[in-house]
């Protein structure tokens, strides 16, 4: 299994190979389809197994169709089951190629084709096998041994194709042109029996439930069904089409048991996402009895849960404490970790103490209790409410910004300290700027800076001359026309991180 996951994990780091697959689908199709006008036959038999491979060519081509629109975003199984599909669709391009061909009196070029089925088909089957167990997680010392026995018949049934074009083993081209089946022609379908066998031990032998692993036996057997409904039968021949329906069958119960799944997380997510947002203070206006201030603030995450957070809270009457971090990674474990940083902070801001202090003691108690390697960046500041006087600590956060009364907004290149909750004992610096009725402070996450758009990222400057179209509006105006700014920026690119913001209006004491 190793060996197998290796390979398809290089192969779905190429996000062209799902349109690439798609093109060559199409393409076999159409061949398979000009080979049926060109070129007559006469055999019943070929009529029918025909018809089922280009059905069968159509239904991959179909399928892959809806795949193809979010081909960048696809997961490991989806891009095997497509690469699976297209080689499905070669080999019935092949083997309709050698069915037209058998009444075409080019004994040459039917014996070429032939053998060239065989080949593929070896192939085709040895790529089924590592899908299977791959898709299906199958015991990984029961399919370790089950590889190496697949591959070594790998090579054994690449080599008697080879031998067949000397001595007839699955078939021959008789004195007449027509294509004749050899003594040895049942030797051909033990592969894809033993691969059939394979998948059903190792499956009965993982841990998956006992209902999908009686229905998943009962989808891979269909090949085994084609191969003993066209036994003897001359011409008949529909294993590769049930191969491919059983691809899609599993990949179906597979991707049914995934949507339940998800649905039950996104539930889960959904929750925490409440939870999260909840604990960040969202009523506005925020202070309504302190007409001396006016404060904004938003999160947009990139993902259901974030690890950026803000906070703005009254320490006494007189002094407002403000915050913006950014946890060092996101999902679940930094969304609690920034629940932890967020208490933290506020608890030892509530005391009393100076910004510096208040990183030094918060840095100080997250890396004596953290489990993972998680760090925040933090922008913590204390505004005095009478005087203006805002004091403030950086510990490798981004510049605040600044708009002084009747000026424009310009970054303020404070002193960076390191990261908060990263090295035990490291002091923290402290500033102060005076601010004037009518000054601005706009706090923000690198997800603004580093928001990507078609022209790149969106850079600090950028969102500094964004501030200024807007400068003469409220906070709330400020931060909505911003994240505005960015989502038309970003257009249909993803969002790669999350989007926080906080603008501060100091409006005077009176």
Same mark, same amino acid.
């Given at each position: ?17 799902? @349109? ?51 081909? #960048?975003?696809?997961?490991? *199984? ?51 096998? +590592? ?40 078939? %021959? ?5 027509? %294509?004749? %089946?050899?003594? +040895? ?42 191969? +003993? ?24 119960? +597979?991707?049914?048991?995934?949507? #339940? ?14 939870? *999260? &947002? ?6 506005? @206006? ?46 679940? @474990? ?37 489990? *993972? ?101 409220? @906070? ?13 920026? &970003? ?14 209006? %100091?409006?005077?004491?009176?």
């Amino acid at each position: 299994m190793e060996k197998e996951v290796t390979i398809a994990e290089r192969i779905s780091r190429k996000a062209w190979l799902i @349109p690439l697959l798609f093109g060559l689908m199409c393409a076999f199709f159409v061949g398979a389809v000009a080979v049926i006008e060109i070129l007559d036959y006469t055999n019943a038999n070929y009529g029918f197994s025909i018809g089922a491979e280009i059905v069968s060519m159509m239904i991959a081509i179909v399928i892959t169709a809806p795949i193809l629109a979010a081909y #960048k975003r696809q997961s490991l *199984q989806v891009y095997m089951f497509v690469l699976m599909l297209a080689m499905g669709t070669l080999l019935c391009f092949l083997n309709i190629t050698m069915m037209c061909l058998a009444d075409a009196n080019l004994p040459a070029l039917l014996n070429f084709q032939s053998g060239l089925v065989f080949i593929v088909e070896a192939i085709f089957t040895f790529s089924y096998w +590592l899908y299977m167990s791959h898709t299906l997680k199958s015991n990984k010392k029961i399919t370790a041994v089950f590889d190496i026995v697949a591959m070594v018949l790998l090579v054994v049934f690449l080599i008697l194709p080879i031998v067949n074009f000397f001595t007839p083993i699955y078939f %021959y081209i008789d004195e007449f042109g027509k %294509y004749q %089946y050899a003594d +040895l022609w049942w030797l051909s379908y033990t592969y894809l029996g033993t691969v059939f066998l394979f998948a059903a031990i190792s499956l009965f032998l993982s841990k998956q439930k006992m209902r999908d692993k009686v229905v998943v036996v009962v989808f891979l057997g269909v090949p085994i069904f084609g191969i +003993l409904a066209a036994w003897g039968e001359d011409g008949l021949s529909v294993i590769y089409p049930g191969m491919m329906i059983s691809l899609v069958l599993v990949y179906s119960l +597979l991707s049914y048991d995934n949507e #339940k799944h998800l649905f039950a997380k996104s539930k889960e997510l959904n929750l925490a996402t409440n939870i *999260q &947002m909840d604990a960040l203070p969202n009523k506005f @206006p925020a202070f309504p009895t302190h007409k001396e201030i006016d404060i904004y603030a938003l999160m947009h995450p990139a993902k259901e849960v974030g690890g950026d957070f803000y906070d703005f809270f009254l320490i006494d009457e007189n002094h407002l404490g403000v915050v913006i971090a950014d946890v060092s990674d996101k999902g679940v @474990p930094s969304a609690l970790f920034m629940m932890q940083s967020k208490i933290i902070l506020q608890n030892f801001a509530l005391m009393g103490l100076s910004p510096k202090e208040v990183l030094y003691r918060a840095n100080k108690q997250l890396c004596a209790s953290k489990q *993972q390697k998680l760090f925040v960046t933090v922008w913590f500041a204390v505004l005095d409410l009478q005087t203006g006087l805002l004091t403030a600590a950086n510990g490798g956060h981004e510049y605040p910004i600044i708009q002084k009364r009747g000026g424009e907004f310009e970054i303020f290149k404070d002193e960076h300290d390191l990261v908060v909750g990263f090295v035990n004992g490291v002091p923290y610096n402290e500033y102060t700027i005076q601010l004037e009725k009518g000054s601005k402070v706009f706090v923000y996450t690198d997800g603004v800076p580093e928001c990507v758009g078609d022209d790149g990222q969106y850079q600090l400057q950028r969102a500094v001359n964004t501030l200024n179209k807007y400068k003469d509006g409220t @906070p709330e105006h400020i931060c909505k026309s911003m994240l505005g700014e960015l989502q038309t920026f &970003m257009g249909n690119n993803d969002q790669f991180d999350d989007i926080t913001m906080l603008c501060l209006e %100091y409006k005077g004491f009176e």
